[in-house]
């Protein structure tokens, strides 16, 4: 029950009804119409920028046409309509509106919130796609937080969600760690390596497989040329990283649905396939590019190369797809790759990408446009650093070098659920900073804590009860039922409203693939439940187990279980737990 939507309808039937009137021109375009909260609460409940958006092409003054339109919002529910401003319109609603949101929240449960707008629609989420070199370290673990809580918001909207993991395991970085486990293999059997050679993999979580190479080949690799050993070393490296990764994500509770190998869109001649196409279709030509402006761009050569028409398709410049040698860029792979998720079905695609990735975005995003001719989307959201801290200082990562923290590491010392929270406290295009210690506290500057504990609350108030009264039902059929007009004081007034939001919160989070609404809508209204809480603390009247009133704590039973399957649905949402106790 989105009421925000509910009034968009209403006033798009509104407008409907002015045109049919003649005091509106026919066949406006309502679509720019929306109803969201307003700033201030003291401002009504829902605010509409009708008047604004319409203003023009009705020739009248936005204010003017708010005055005309605010008359035919008057119902049964809305208890005031207020013209504000240049031509805002704000309504305020009657209590039963809000008090019906509750009872719908309790009979719906944990799919409250839920939405049809995906109306089944496959969308391919990639996210994460570590090279598979080594553990995954801090910044990774943003990017598997936010691609797989925006997954479950998608999903939760009713998109058809596939989780997929783009294993970069062709190349020179996966034939450098191939070369860095052969040293861990000799070192295995017994000889002394000194250093491992710069370009290498010099970190100690190599040594493992090493050790288990020497045990199943022996010494037979040891002296062998590098053509031989090289295959089956870059096998093992990478099935054993590969590993290694899953086990990280699933610590973080992540699985994704696809792995897809890079290496076999070459053995199966899929990249050769998809330039041939797009040559014939003149998007590939023989040319020589401009030195790139600002940054260096690694594929920039000064000769005629193989080059791709993404001008066409909006971005700044061509781009190669052959190197000077003749192999393949990584950029004519990314376009295959992409080619195949089309193939699949997909027409909308979302990348969680690193920040080093944004001078990729334009040219993928034209990649896209070409191998579906326009019919598909990539939408690419990437992810700021991470700074990692410890009690303020600064924590060094250095992943070439060995001398890093791992994200397993971080989430063994404050667990998955501080890590996911945390990870969306901000946009994943801002940067980050984590704090080790702060994140652990039992204190409301710790979000993840707040939140939980206020699910925490509601639980143990709902325990409270079944101990006051046995006879008390707490069953959400029982508790649509409740009173909820009792529910008088200005603090449960407002938490009904925010319960309200919820549906809004979520749709807009999906839509705009901006997982972190949901961390900052459920971080207020624990702060609003664990104020009420505080009230009732001081005031015995505002207690939720009220002793001399069967129906008032009935009601306000009802309002902490919307309270509590909220926070629920919430925090699943974003893949963190909701605890009944916290000790």
């Known amino acids: 029950m989105n009421i925000f939507n509910e009034f968009e309808r209403r006033i798009a039937a509104a407008l409907s009804g002015m045109a049919a009137d003649g005091e509106l021109p026919q066949g406006l375009d309502f679509s720019r119409v929306v109803c969201e909260p307003p700033r201030d609460r003291s401002h009504g409940d829902i605010s ?3 008047a604004m958006v319409l203003a023009k092409e009705a020739k009248m003054p936005p204010r003017a046409l708010a005055e005309r339109i605010a008359p ?18 704000n309504l305020t609603l009657e209590p039963i509106v809000f008090e019906e949101v509750l009872r719908t929240s309790l009979a719906e449960g944990p799919r409250f919130g839920a939405s049809t707008i995906g109306a089944g629609v496959k969308v391919n989420v990639e996210f994460v796609s ?6 995954m370290h801090v910044g990774h673990g943003r990017g598997a937080v936010v691609g797989d809580a925006i997954a479950s918001l998608l999903d939760f909207a009713g998109y058809a969600v596939t989780r997929e993991y783009y294993i970069n395991d062709a190349g020179a970085q996966v034939d450098a760690l191939a070369r860095s486990v052969h040293f861990r293999y000799r070192e295995a059997l017994g000889e002394a390596i000194g250093e491992i050679p710069a370009g290498l993999y010099p970190g100690d979580y190599l040594k493992p497989i090493g050790e288990k190479l020497a045990q199943m080949h022996g010494t037979h690799f040891a002296k062998a040329p590098e053509t031989q050993w090289l295959p089956v070393f870059r096998e093992a490296a990478i099935d054993a990283m590969m590993e290694l990764i899953r086990a990280d994500l699933g610590a973080l509770g992540i699985r994704h649905d696809v792995f897809f190998s890079e290496r076999s869109l070459s053995a199966e001649g899929k990249v050769e396939a998809v330039i041939a196409d797009l040559k014939a279709r003149g998007l590939v030509y023989h040319g020589r590019l401009p030195p790139p402006k600002g940054q260096v761009d690694p594929d920039w050569e000064d000769r005629e190369q193989t080059l791709f028409r993404s001008t066409a398709f909006g971005d700044d410049v061509d781009r190669p797809l052959r ?11 990314d376009i295959a790759y992409h080619a195949t998720k089309f193939e699949r079905g997909f027409k909308q695609m979302i990348d969680v990408l690193g920040a080093d990735h944004g001078g990729y975005v334009k040219r993928m995003q034209a990649a896209v446009r070409a191998v579906s001719a326009g019919a598909a989307t990539l939408d690419a959201r990437l992810c700021q650093l991470v700074r990692l801290f410890r009690h303020g200082e600064p924590v060094k990562m250095s992943k070439r070098a060995g001398d890093f923290v791992t994200l397993r590491e971080v989430v063994d010392e404050v667990g998955a659920d501080a890590v996911r ?13 984590f704090d080790l210690a702060k994140v652990i506290e039992q204190s409301k500057d710790n979000p993840v804590f707040y939140v939980q504990y206020a699910h925490a609350r509601c639980e143990s108030v709902r325990r409270q009860a079944r101990e006051v009264s046995t006879e008390l039902d707490l069953g959400s059929a029982a508790l649509v039922q409740a009173d909820l007009g009792l529910l008088t004081d200005p603090s449960e007034r407002s938490i009904l409203k925010l319960i309200a939001h919820y549906p809004r919160v979520v749709e807009q989070a999906a839509q705009a693939r901006e997982p972190h609404r949901t961390t900052f809508y459920l971080y207020e209204l624990a702060s609003e439940f664990h104020a009420l809480w505080n009230k009732g603390k001081d005031l015995p009247d505002l207690r ?26 919430g925090l699943t949402l974003i893949g963190v737990s909701a605890p009944e106790e916290m000790r």
Request: proline share 5%; charged share 15%; net charge positive.
């Open 421 to 433: 929270f945390m990870m969306l406290m901000r946009k994943n295009d801002a940067p980050l900073d």
């Open 72 to 89: 035919r919002l008057h119902s049964k529910s809305v208890a005031k309509v207020e013209v504000a401003g240049p031509g805002f319109i």
């Open 48 to 50: 509409t920028n009708a």
């Open 544 to 569: 939720f187990v009220n002793q001399n009133s069967t129906s008032l704590t009935a009601a306000r039973l009802a309002l902490v279980t919307g309270v509590r399957n909220v926070l629920a649905s």
């Open 130 to 135: 570590a090279n598979p070199t080594g553990p």
């Open 323 to 333: 190197k000077s040698d003749g192999s393949l860029t990584y950029f004519a792979s």
